[in-house]
């Protein structure tokens, strides 16, 4: 059996006394497609958050690619970790936001090769081959001496998803990578995704509103309620067969929707 390449393992996430993620058990398998859907509320982003060390644990362990995130092992035990050892983790893993989060001042080239030149220490000439190649792989080629403002929502996402493909991560997280945009643009960027999903062996946490991609993306799919996954399957298991009443109603209330 391959070791799972994340694996939450009694994770709480509090805050004060609203419970978020409720002893949660979940992992991932290297090269694997896993979309999470779930109700408002119900821990999908704060997964994401807690992988990218954006919002600390209560309680539990993850292990990320074989280490302990939020941990260091020393003399055998595991302590909270240092700055040091969830910047390394860190690097494992890139994230898409729902909200580009690009930098506008800087134009859509440099908004690429910045990370990968200050943090990776790469040359600047090879940090503007991977970027040309990812911008090529995105379909913004002609878009790269643009300012953020100059591109519309779609292909600041675009972007955003080819600022977090040329950290070379191992693992992409993706947060409701097409809830601000516009209805018409939403297909151009799940058609890059879907591109990323096919054609590499990245493993690719989800969490999506849109059903009939998760469907036709995903590997397996986990519907979350109240910080625990409630069930999870293939994708023709949970939407044409699910077996928990409350993600039957979910279902109906968001395809009917």
């Not at 260091?72 to 936001?97: C, D, I, Q, W, Y």
């Not at 800087?106 to 990776?120: C, D, F, G, K």
């Not at 990578?177 to 018409?184: I, M």
């Amino acid at each position: 059996m391959t070791e799972p390449i994340i694996k939450f393992d009694k994770v709480v996430k509090k805050y004060g006394t609203h419970v978020v993620l409720d002893e949660l058990d979940f992992d991932v398998k290297p090269g694997e497609k896993v979309t999470i859907i779930g109700p408002s509320g119900s821990g999908k982003s704060t997964v994401l958050r807690i992988l990218m060390t954006l919002e600390e644990i209560s309680s539990g362990v993850i292990h990320v690619d074989g280490e302990p995130l939020w941990h260091e092992e020393r003399n055998g035990t595991l302590k909270p970790a240092s700055e040091a050892h969830l910047k390394k983790m860190r690097a494992k893993l890139g994230m898409v936001f729902q909200q580009f989060n690009l930098f506008p001042h800087m134009s859509v080239m440099r908004n690429i090769t910045e990370a990968p030149i200050n943090v990776l220490k790469l040359p600047k000439a090879e940090a503007r081959d991977r970027a040309e190649q990812l911008l090529k792989m995105v379909g913004l080629t002609e878009h790269a001496h643009k300012f953020p403002s100059q591109l519309s929502g779609g292909q600041q996402q675009r972007v955003g998803i080819a600022r977090a493909l040329a950290m070379r991560p191992k693992i992409m997280l993706f947060d409701e990578p097409t809830s601000a945009l516009d209805p018409e643009l939403v297909g151009e960027v799940l058609n890059v995704i879907g591109s990323l999903a096919a054609e590499h062996d990245l493993t690719m946490l989800l969490v999506t509103h849109e059903m009939r991609f998760a469907r036709e993306v995903s590997d397996r799919i986990c519907f979350f309620d109240r910080g625990k996954v409630k069930e999870q399957g293939t994708p023709e298991q949970i939407f044409s067969n699910p077996k928990e009443a409350r993600t039957r109603e979910f279902l109906k209330a968001v395809l009917e929707g």
